[in-house]
């Protein structure tokens, strides 16, 4: 760390301002931006970036001024203050239902949970939460680099750069340029004191190479983003990803669905198995915000007429999800301690199924009419409001404009939805083989993109509804499944899908589906028959044989109508549970792509399509090899080794012919150099005359001789001729042939 170098006041303003150029300060200034990009981010996602970059410069420019005069010690208990305030602010803002979650058990849980991977966008209020954090790392980590106190400034911002690595919030790029900025501040006010950092600039070089590669290619604790230490925080794998209710949705590029079962369903109706639920809206993905709380007793049903359906659900495979109908209130046949409920409402445990264990789950599912949701009308509760009408502060308008023009017209949200609906369904080509596209999903559907698979549907139906002040959500589980006898189906993995829920008053959450179901079907009806001629394993039960059973085609919800009931004659409400579409197609497997986390996968291997071209790297693969290939070139000059490779260059190659006596004089110098190798240089006041002598007489070759006399004719004489020039230039190369295998162990 550097000693305290801070100056007294008497500088101009232009030495003040030449201060804050220096590359130690300006090092720091990018290790902090990269952090805020973070936060920038979570706000921006949330609403609040404009406070954000407010609350960020005052922060650094209340550093700026205390740097000259505040003593250390009074700036960290400032900076406490500033924590501690914003912390307490951030408390307050906390829905007063949550607060009671605030025990010390339950922060140090989640403090536990945050360093090992569950992203800061999954916090209540994580916009107040990203406001309350900004002040204090700003403030001191600026506040330290003014007074050049650049080790300390380092390890306050790149201490909070690495908590949100380990939240998995700050990605590979960002880590990078983190990485780079705060190696680059110490070795610049190291070399700067040593009063030469351009001399030693290829060692600088060196370090910040080391420090990116292995920060790309290290794991930086067990667990990490990837995979977190605490049960249920966000684990994204390959297989798991099909039975797991994961915290954190992204998007993926081409896909391949997966043919093998994962578990049966006995029920009274075919529904979606739903698993998981999705609140908030990154640009890139999906996030389920909110606390897990653990099931105690029975859950509340919808809030207007609902139908019981009871589900006994079998795993085939090693599940953690526990996949059902919505709306479930109720569940045994599993220990209750380890069942958690979702604060969208969804159930998931932490301890997985085995194979052939089941549960018993009881669903109220919402019942409804057309009539009934259009005259729903539009006074949503407060918390619906709050969680499912955000959307990020980077949407685009053009989004807006669109989704106003496809549904501007209609008067209330149900039409809204079937309007939104009918448009993607028409508008959008269904395929597995797409490129993801950078920036926002759905802004890139609507106007790059001319085809997708569900999570692409289903994330731009839910942005254009929110836009419309519609409350949405994006849902993944699974499609009915194969259905192999009276109120039973198996479900295999390329029935997993990603659908939308949409919130009426007095009804509660209803399911639409944008995504075409006859490509669907003919693209998992495809997979699987490839799957069966191939014998690939866990593909069918004895249930679904082929060769063994018949099985009737699977009734499959509508999504806008299958849990609508009809009047009858007499007025009364009756279930019709064939108005459940059959989804356009006979093939008894309903289900489609795989949607976010629960798609991509063939078995355990996770393939995806194959065009047949070769992939590009990525963006950050190619920063990583470029800084590594710096990185190797600086070492090689620091070693001296490119000094080496370009003399021996230069000592085997004559290069392009000029004029005969430049010639003549640079063919003089490789000779003159490989008889230093080979013999000894060249004394002071020795002639070239007097030097090629006494090595002749020491066993030099003869031919030097010649040589010479022509570079005393070109350099000290009237000059040469073209001939004698090429004469002279032929005979050092066969000189320097002939001594190549010294050269090279040289």
């Known amino acids: 760390m550097s000693a305290n170098r801070t100056d007294g006041g008497g500088e101009g303003s232009g030495g003040r301002f030449t201060e804050f150029l220096q590359p130690p300060l300006l090092a720091v200034a990018v290790l902090t931006l990269s952090y805020l990009s973070v936060l920038a981010h979570v706000t921006d996602v949330v609403g609040g970036t404009g406070s954000l970059v407010l609350v960020a410069a005052v922060a650094a420019g209340l550093a700026t001024v205390l740097g000259r005069f505040l003593r250390v010690r009074s700036a960290v208990a400032l900076t406490t203050v500033l924590l501690v305030g914003g912390l307490t602010a951030y408390f307050f803002s906390v829905p007063e239902s949550n607060?009671?979650?605030?025990?010390?058990?339950?922060?140090?849980?989640?403090?536990?949970?945050?360093?090992?991977?569950?992203?800061?966008?999954?916090?209540?209020?994580?916009?107040?939460?990203a406001l309350a954090i900004t002040p204090g790392p700003v403030f001191l980590s600026w506040y330290l680099a003014v007074r050049r106190e650049y080790g300390w400034s380092v390890l306050v911002g790149g201490g909070t750069l690495c908590f949100f690595v380990l939240t998995g919030d700050a990605g590979s790029g960002t880590t990078l340029v983190g990485v780079l900025a705060a190696a680059?501040?110490?070795?610049?006010?190291?070399?700067?004191?040593?009063?030469?950092?351009?001399?030693?600039?290829?060692t600088l070089a060196v370090v910040l190479a080391a420090m990116v590669v292995l920060s790309a290619t290290l794991s930086v604790v067990p667990g990490g983003a990837a995979q977190p230490l605490?049960?249920?925080?966000?684990?994204?794998?390959?297989?798991?990803?099909?039975?797991?209710?994961?915290?954190?949705?992204?998007?993926?590029?081409?896909?391949?669905?997966?043919?093998?079962?994962?578990?049966?369903?006995?029920?009274?109706?075919?529904?979606?198995?739903?698993?998981?639920?999705?609140?908030?809206?990154?640009?890139?993905?999906?996030?389920?915000?909110?606390?897990?709380?653990?099931?105690?007793?029975?859950?509340?049903?919808?809030?207007?007429?609902?139908?019981?359906?009871?589900?006994?659900?079998?795993?085939?495979?090693?599940?953690?999800?526990?996949?059902?109908?919505?709306?479930?209130?109720?569940?045994?046949?599993?220990?209750?301690?380890?069942?958690?409920?979702?604060?969208?409402?969804?159930?998931?445990?932490?301890?997985?199924?085995?194979?052939?264990?089941?549960?018993?789950?009881?669903?109220?599912?919402?019942?409804?009419?057309?009539?009934?949701?259009?005259?729903?009308?539009?006074?949503?509760?407060?918390?619906?409001?709050?969680?499912?009408?955000?959307?990020?502060?980077?949407?685009?308008?053009?989004?807006?404009?669109?989704?106003?023009?496809?549904?501007?017209?209609?008067?209330?949200?149900?039409?809204?939805?079937?309007?939104?609906?009918?448009?993607?369904?028409?508008?959008?080509?269904?395929?597995?083989?797409?490129?993801?596209?950078?920036?926002?999903?759905?802004?890139?559907?609507?106007?790059?993109?001319?085809?997708?698979?569900?999570?692409?549907?289903?994330?731009?139906?839910?942005?254009?509804?929110?836009?419309q002040g519609v409350p949405a959500r994006f849902v993944s589980g699974y499609t009915t499944g194969e259905q192999v006898g009276d109120d039973r189906y198996v479900v295999r993995g390329l029935d997993s899908h990603a659908w939308v829920q949409v919130y009426f008053p007095e009804v509660g959450w209803v399911t639409f589906d944008p995504t075409p179901s006859g490509p669907r079907q003919t693209a998992e009806s495809a997979r699987l028959?490839?799957?069966?001629?191939?014998?690939?394993?866990?593909?069918?039960?004895?249930?679904?044989?082929?060769?063994?059973?018949?099985?009737?085609?699977?009734?499959?919800?509508?999504?806008?109508?299958?849990?609508?009931?009809?009047?009858?004659?007499?007025?009364?409400?009756?279930?019709?549970?064939?108005?459940?579409?059959?989804?356009?197609?006979?093939?008894?497997?309903?289900?489609?792509?795989?949607?976010?986390?629960?798609?991509?996968?063939?078995?355990?291997?996770?393939?995806?399509?194959?065009?047949?071209?070769?992939?590009?790297?990525?963006?950050?693969?190619?920063?990583?090899?470029?800084?590594?290939?710096?990185?190797?070139?600086?070492?090689?000059?620091?070693?001296?080794?490119?000094?080496?490779?370009?003399?021996?260059?230069?000592?085997?190659?004559?290069?392009?012919?000029?004029?005969?006596?430049?010639?003549?004089?640079?063919?003089?110098?490789r000779l003159e150099y490989l008889l230093e190798r080979e013999y000894r240089p060249r004394r002071p006041r020795e002639t070239p005359r007097a030097y090629l002598r006494a090595l002749s007489k020491v066993g030099a070759d003869e031919r030097i001789q010649t040589v010479g006399a022509v570079y005393e004719k070109a350099h000290y004489g009237t000059g040469v001729s073209a001939e004698e020039a090429d004469r002279a230039v032929a005979l050092v190369d066969e000189l320097v042939r002939e001594e190549l295998p010294v050269l090279r162990r040289l």
């Open 99 to 129: 607060r009671a979650l605030f025990t010390v058990g339950r922060v140090l849980s989640d403090t536990v949970a945050l360093l090992t991977g569950l992203s800061v966008l999954r916090l209540t209020k994580a916009g107040a939460w």
């Open 184 to 202: 680059a501040a110490i070795g610049f006010e190291t070399l700067s004191v040593r009063g030469g950092w351009a001399a030693q600039l290829d």
């Open 230 to 467: 605490l049960e249920n925080r966000g684990a994204v794998t390959v297989e798991s990803s099909l039975v797991s209710s994961n915290d954190e949705v992204n998007i993926l590029g081409s896909i391949r669905l997966s043919p093998q079962v994962r578990f049966s369903v006995q029920s009274n109706t075919p529904e979606y198995w739903q698993t998981a639920v999705y609140d908030r809206y990154t640009g890139g993905g999906w996030v389920r915000s909110g606390e897990d709380q653990q099931l105690s007793g029975r859950l509340e049903s919808p809030p207007g007429s609902s139908r019981t359906v009871v589900q006994t659900v079998e795993a085939r495979t090693r599940m953690s999800a526990l996949p059902a109908a919505w709306k479930p209130v109720d569940v045994d046949g599993i220990n209750e301690n380890v069942v958690r409920v979702t604060q969208q409402g969804s159930f998931l445990t932490t301890d997985s199924l085995r194979e052939n264990e089941s549960y018993r789950v009881r669903s109220e599912v919402p019942q409804y009419t057309s009539e009934q949701l259009r005259r729903s009308g539009d006074d949503y509760p407060a918390t619906v409001n709050d969680s499912y009408l955000q959307l990020p502060e980077s949407t685009s308008d053009r989004v807006r404009q669109r989704a106003a023009e496809v549904a501007g017209n209609e008067t209330n949200a149900y039409d809204k939805a079937v309007a939104i609906e009918q448009y993607l369904e028409a508008e959008k080509e269904y395929s597995l083989t797409v490129q993801k596209p950078e920036g926002d999903i759905a802004d890139a559907f609507l106007f790059e993109m001319d085809a997708g698979y569900c999570t692409y549907y289903a994330t731009t139906m839910v942005v254009m509804l929110r836009s």
């Open 529 to 669: 028959t490839e799957a069966r001629q191939s014998q690939e394993a866990g593909v069918d039960t004895e249930e679904t044989d082929p060769e063994s059973q018949t099985t009737t085609p699977t009734p499959t919800p509508s999504p806008t109508t299958g849990n609508e009931t009809n009047e009858t004659a007499n007025g009364t409400q009756t279930v019709n549970p064939n108005a459940l579409g059959q989804e356009g197609g006979t093939n008894s497997n309903p289900a489609v792509t795989p949607p976010p986390g629960l798609e991509g996968v063939t078995g355990t291997t996770g393939e995806t399509e194959d065009d047949g071209l070769p992939s590009l790297p990525s963006r950050e693969t190619l920063g990583v090899g470029l800084a590594l290939m710096v990185g190797l070139a600086a070492g090689a000059r620091r070693t001296g080794v490119t000094g080496r490779a370009s003399r021996f260059v230069w000592m085997v190659h004559q290069g392009a012919r000029q004029d005969p006596v430049a010639d003549t004089e640079r063919a003089f110098r």
